[in-house]
């Protein structure tokens, strides 16, 4: 047994290191990473205070302190005992670790690492840029290793769609393999080169369109998926990386990832063992062929310290608004057209059942209103089954059934949404992206009664995300578009006014903030382990200059984090990334 000098010297290291750890000084800092270090800190509580600290927590609302062991949160209090003028001494307000309910980590990744084409406004812009990327980027465009981009929207061509000669921009461009998502990544724009790859003529694809020479739409993008040459597990752990610490610099700790192949899950097992994964990933499957049922490629990969959690399937519905592509009840108001479906009702039926049978919560991708009805009738039927004993709310309660996006629902749909207790997964800032268009597309009648609901839907528990990289990462700029239904980019509505576009589907900032915090939490099955400070949850948390809620609107849209910690350790400081062994740069 060791001695109670060896016990106090322990004691006082601890100590020393925790002090270290809490303001670390550059010639001491690499001692904290050290395995040691880990020991220690697993052993012993490390008490953090601050000015305030918001917890989420029906027990405690506020509190100023908190301890942490094992990662987790130990105790939870308000400082009863310190005097002011150590109080005065805090720095920071804390809020729960923020949770984005629906985004794609690989394909984040992988445009900080390809040719960013959002905003772009002319087929000019978007050239140019590709020129620019391809000057650093020689090994880009070949056969191994195509040239990538994402974020053209053809409405910035005077509304035509690009075609692959557009891209033959000069003699140097004119062989390379070339394929760039649209917008909503629900089209790609390719070059010759990768054309004449595909079968000729091209075939139809059920659920797919081709809607001009080198863009193919929805299903039909998987006949050039079949040739394009994936990257590497050395450049996707990269990827992986490196949308982390991005997300981590936003004050996110946990994602939604919406849409993770089998092959990508190893990956995320392996790599999750190490401490530069600094971000919880509650992954949803998706088949390597979309809409089918595959459990046999997937293994119970989830992590004991809730770094990867997979209990869900994504299956897909429909396509996106911006591309026509969503399915309607009745035609677009600009276009003769419903959109299309990506997967007939009777087989989104069988899969739900299929899937929830084997243990998955199912979570439908669906946008239009037709396609959400087809979604809340495959739950309803499902749900019938799985519980006949039970009423098919409960029998929701455990299954936690979602629809990504939930974009445009007939009211009728809304009440079904109701009644059987359906998920909503919102992304706010798909509203505000899209009211410039939006109305023409759909009519005003629609956009009032069926689109882009957000209060109407607060019973639900709303989850909230972004869909990055479709639009950016940053959560206070979905919860800005969701308090005040304006952009964040510009601080204006529709009409460049400042009422809000349909203000009526406003939510308040508390209503937001759970929709980024506790409401993800249960959606994942994670209720009182995130989104939360209490005792036995993870010890997420981030530190702001000011409260929340003393903040105006406008400086909302703006606001950056000052830390940001993952199961207890700091993963982010605003001053610059953590020097720690674990942050890999």
């Known amino acids: ?70 990662g987790k949160f130990k105790r939870v209090f308000l400082d009863e005992t310190s005097y002011d003028v150590v109080k005065d001494l805090r720095k920071g307000h804390v809020l729960p670790g923020l949770w984005d309910g629906h985004g794609h980590l690989m394909q984040l990744g992988e445009l900080m690492d390809s040719v960013n084409l959002f905003g772009a406004g002319s087929m000019d812009e978007v050239q140019k840029r590709l020129v620019q990327y391809k000057a650093l980027r020689q090994e880009a465009g070949t056969s191994e290793q195509w040239l990538r981009g994402v974020g053209w929207d053809q409405a910035n061509f005077e509304g035509k769609w690009p075609v692959a000669k557009d891209l033959e921009i000069n003699d140097k461009f004119k062989d390379l393999y070339v394929m760039l998502d649209r917008v909503d990544v629900h089209c790609i724009w390719v070059s010759d080169k990768v054309l004449s790859l595909l079968p000729n003529p091209t075939p139809e694809v059920p659920g ?52 993770v192949y089998p092959a990508e899950l190893v990956l995320y097992q392996e790599l999750s063992k190490n401490e530069s994964w600094t971000v919880r990933v509650n992954a949803m499957v998706e088949c390597e062929a979309r809409n089918t049922f595959c459990p046999d490629d997937v293994a ?34 600009d276009k003769s057209s419903s959109g299309s479906l990506l997967v007939d009702a009777e087989t989104l ?47 929701q309660s455990k299954y936690r059934f979602r629809i990504e996006h939930a974009q445009i629902i007939h009211p009728d749909d809304q009440r079904r949404m109701h009644e059987l207790g359906i998920i909503p997964s ?24 069926e689109a882009y609901r957000m209060r109407s ?81 993870y010890a997420d948390w981030i530190v702001l200059d000011e409260p929340i809620e003393t903040l105006d609107m406008e400086a909302l849209r703006k606001l950056t984090v000052k830390e940001t910690w993952v199961g207890g350790e700091m993963v982010y400081r605003r001053t610059g990334p953590v020097p720690l062994p674990w942050i890999k740069n």
């Not at 990257?231 to 991005?246: G, H």
């Not at 919102?426 to 009664?449: C, F, N, V």
Request: hydrophobic share 40%; aromatic share 8%; net charge negative.
């Open 457 to 537: 839907l607060l019973r639900l528990n709303p989850v909230f995300g972004s869909d990055f990289p479709v639009e950016p990462a940053n959560i206070f700029e979905g919860i800005y578009a969701a308090v005040t239904r304006r952009s964040p980019r510009t601080g204006l509505d529709a009409g460049g006014g400042t009422n809000g576009w349909y203000p009526s589907e406003t939510v308040t900032l508390e209503d937001a903030l759970d929709g980024f915090t506790i409401n993800p939490a249960y959606a994942a099955f994670l209720e009182g382990k995130a989104g939360v400070i209490e005792a036995g949850a």
């Open 426 to 449: 919102i992304q706010p800032t798909h509203a505000t992206s899209d009211m410039s268009y939006a109305e023409s597309r759909l009519g005003k009648q629609r956009i009032a009664e």
């Open 1 to 70: 047994m060791p001695s109670f000098g060896t016990l106090l010297s322990l004691s006082t290291l601890a100590l020393l290191i925790a002090v270290v750890y809490q303001n670390p000084e550059p010639l001491i800092r690499p001692i904290t990473g050290s395995i040691a270090f880990k020991i220690i800190q697993q052993l012993f509580e490390h008490t953090h205070c601050y000015v305030t600290v918001k917890t989420n927590s029906v027990d405690l609302p506020y509190a100023e302190c908190f301890s942490v062991a094992n």
């Open 208 to 259: 797919g369109e081709i809607p001009a020479d080198g863009v193919l739409c929805d299903n039909a993008i998987d006949l050039v998926m079949k040739y394009y040459p994936k990257p590497s597990n050395e450049r996707r752990t990269k990827f992986i990386r490196e949308a982390m610490f991005e997300l981590n610099k936003l004050g996110i700790v946990g994602i939604h990832d919406a849409g």
């Open 300 to 333: 119970n990969i989830s992590t004991p310290d809730g770094r990867l959690h997979v209990q869900s399937v994504k299956l897909f519905a429909d396509g996106a608004l911006g591309s026509w592509g969503s399915a309607m009840i009745e035609p677009y108001s």
């Open 349 to 395: 039926t069988k899969l739900t059942h299929k899937w929830a049978k084997a243990g998955y919560q199912v979570n439908i991708h669906a946008i239009g209103d037709l396609a959400n009805r087809l979604a809340i009738d495959a739950f309803e039927e499902a749900l019938k089954v799985l519980c006949p004993d039970s009423t098919l709310r409960e029998c």
